[in-house]
């Protein structure tokens, strides 16, 4: 008969009791912390030898943590983004762990020690132009179910500058539409926000939601987005849909489909956008769900074309003409000012 390793039973009620039961954790970071430790069972029984039912807390110590972190770094290709979500889910275990199991206090501080990467500030998002989001959209057939859904996802997934669960966790009931038109996402900590929707989208998902009895009463809680057995999708099926027609546009037109395409390009896609159609970052922020526009700001950062026409503009309203007489060239204040522009 099997036995419940230590491990199993801590982190049971770590998740039961403690994130659910004292911190109320919400739907968001049960789900991060449960892929996490998913990552950590399959790293150790590939590389560890050490399968599920096995593991106990003595295999698990700073040295193990370490090799999992660079484990998703080398093999999973994670960026320090990913690995430092990782890490911090593995602190609050092991924070927890303190608490449970005193008699290794040392071994859990030892891991608790591990420190974050560095992101530094990034400057590239991997976005399409709206001309490049318009030929992916003019891959997908219209004359299949699948079809018909698929574009009403993308689109949407666009549209509204979702996060890909927000999008799929989205039911019937989430759409309002009648005017105004909008939807409903449920962010991270589980706020709310309301993003407008335009007349074209809403006659897709009209239609899509007819096609699909969507509008009868008794489906308004089912997934906006179904599989093949009417449940909800995943992040990859959402990931291999969009690559299904990316691969395509690709083929055609390299030149405006980046190599790398995920559903969170449409979403930094959006943004640029609506940066360079004018809109205030204030209402970006809030159209994605920002909690600070500092988040936001890596838009303004990376639209190199708004720089170049914000520094064309200051020219032209602030220097006069005779200035034009000599040359910026020799001005080491104006040579030193655009040196820092950047930074």
């Given at each position: 008969?099997?036995?419940?390793?230590?491990?199993?039973?801590?982190?049971?009620r770590?998740?039961?009791?403690?994130?659910?039961?004292?911190?109320?954790?919400?739907?968001?970071?049960?789900?991060?912390?449960?892929?996490?430790?998913?990552?950590?069972?399959?790293?150790?029984?590939?590389?560890?030898?050490?399968?599920?039912?096995?593991?106990?807390?003595?295999?698990?110590?700073?040295e193990?943590?370490?090799g999992?972190?660079?484990?998703?770094?080398?093999?999973?290709?994670?960026?320090?983004?990913?690995?430092?979500?990782?890490?911090?889910?593995?602190?609050?275990?092991?924070?927890?762990?303190?608490y449970?199991?005193?008699?290794?206090?040392?071994?859990?501080?030892?891991?608790?020690?591990?420190?974050?990467?560095?992101?530094?500030?990034?400057?590239?998002?991997?976005?399409?132009?709206?001309?490049?989001?318009?030929?992916?959209?003019?891959?997908?057939?219209?004359?299949?179910?699948?079809?018909?859904?698929?574009?009403?996802?993308?689109?949407?997934?666009?549209?509204?500058?979702?996060?890909?669960?927000?999008?799929?966790?989205?039911?019937?009931?989430?759409?309002?539409?009648?005017?105004?038109?909008?939807?409903?996402?449920?962010?991270?900590?589980?706020?709310?926000?309301?993003?407008?929707?335009?007349?074209?989208?809403?006659?897709?998902?009209?239609?899509?939601?007819?096609?699909?009895?969507?509008?009868?009463?008794?489906?308004?809680?089912?997934?906006?987005?179904?599989?093949?057995?009417?449940?909800?999708?995943?992040?990859?099926?959402?990931?291999?849909?969009?690559?299904?027609?990316?691969k395509?546009?690709r083929?055609?037109?390299?030149?405006?489909?980046?190599?790398?395409?995920?559903p969170?390009?449409?979403r930094?896609s959006?943004?640029?956008?609506?940066?360079?159609?004018?809109?205030?970052?204030?209402?970006?922020?809030?159209?994605?769900?920002?909690?600070?526009?500092?988040?936001?700001?890596?838009?303004?950062?990376?639209?190199?074309?708004?720089?170049?026409?914000?520094?064309?503009?200051?020219?032209?309203?602030?220097?006069?003409?005779?200035?034009?007489?000599?040359?910026?060239?020799?001005?080491?204040?104006?040579?030193?000012?655009?040196?820092?522009?950047?930074?």
């Open positions: 008969m099997e036995t419940i390793t230590d491990f199993a039973k801590y982190l049971t770590f998740f039961t009791e403690y994130l659910v039961g004292e911190r109320g954790a919400s739907s968001h970071t049960i789900r991060s912390y449960s892929e996490t430790f998913t990552l950590v069972l399959t790293f150790m029984d590939k590389v560890r030898a050490k399968s599920a039912d096995r593991l106990t807390l003595n295999h698990f110590n700073k193990t943590v370490l999992f972190l660079d484990w998703l770094e080398e093999n999973r290709k994670c960026s320090n983004s990913t690995r430092n979500q990782r890490l911090a889910a593995l602190h609050s275990f092991f924070r927890y762990m303190q449970e199991d005193v008699k290794r206090l040392g071994q859990w501080q030892d891991i608790l020690s591990i420190k974050v990467k560095k992101q530094g500030k990034r400057t590239a998002v991997n976005c399409l132009t709206v001309e490049g989001i318009k030929f992916l959209l003019e891959q997908i057939p219209v004359n299949t179910k699948a079809g018909r859904r698929n574009l009403a996802l993308l689109s949407l997934l666009y549209d509204s500058g979702a996060r890909v669960q927000e999008l799929i966790d989205l039911t019937p009931v989430s759409l309002h539409l009648i005017k105004p038109y909008y939807v409903t996402l449920l962010g991270k900590g589980c706020k709310k926000r309301i993003v407008p929707l335009q007349n074209e989208q809403v006659n897709l998902l009209m239609a899509y939601i007819k096609e699909n009895r969507l509008d009868n009463l008794a489906y308004n809680q089912r997934p906006l987005f179904a599989n093949n057995r009417g449940e909800k999708l995943t992040n990859s099926g959402v990931t291999y849909i969009l690559n299904l027609y990316a395509n546009a083929m055609l037109r390299p030149e405006i489909i980046p190599k790398k395409m995920s969170h390009t449409l930094h959006k943004a640029m956008h609506l940066l360079q159609s004018g809109i205030n970052l204030v209402y970006i922020r809030d159209i994605l769900g920002h909690v600070s526009i500092l988040t936001t700001e890596v838009y303004a950062r990376a639209d190199s074309k708004q720089k170049r026409e914000a520094l064309e503009a200051a020219y032209v309203n602030v220097i006069p003409v005779k200035a034009n007489e000599a040359s910026w060239e020799k001005d080491s204040k104006l040579r030193e000012w655009l040196r820092n522009f950047n930074k």
